[in-house]
């Protein structure tokens, strides 16, 4: 079993940064994929981005690409999500999430872990 906590959410101005942390315990495994994904009321999880534990490949949704960077720490035990040049449509609950595979993938339903999330709100 695996758990994971968010943390690092918030209120910000359009154009401002935050980084969310993902605390992960358990029995996590370094062949695990880590991913945030992000929801808005009434709309499906989304994907953010995604990062081999060990590896350090990763993937970016393109609506994020270029303003947000996953990083690892693996002697901690915690992904991050920096995101710069925000924009209202980057508000939403904020997931991280494990996928106990070596490959990486978008898609919420092959992910086996998930947080509890934390809200971000970006005010223009």
């Known amino acids: 079993q695996v758990q994971l906590a968010e943390s690092g959410g918030g209120l910000v101005q359009a154009g401002g940064s935050l980084r969310l942390s993902c605390s992960a315990s358990g029995r996590t495994s370094s062949s695990y994929i880590m991913g945030w994904f992000r929801q808005v009321p009434g709309k499906e999880r989304e994907f953010v981005a995604a990062i081999t534990w060990s590896g350090g490949d990763k993937n970016y949704a393109d609506s994020v690409k270029g303003r947000f960077t996953i990083s690892r720490d693996n002697a901690k035990r915690m992904v991050y999500l920096q995101m710069n040049s925000l924009n209202p449509e980057d508000s939403a609950v904020y997931y991280c999430?494990?996928?106990?595979?070596?490959?990486?993938?978008?898609?919420?339903?092959?992910?086996?872990?998930w947080g509890q999330g934390t809200q971000v709100t970006v005010s223009s």
């Open positions: 999430a494990a996928r106990s595979a070596s490959w990486m993938s978008r898609r919420s339903f092959e992910y086996d872990y």
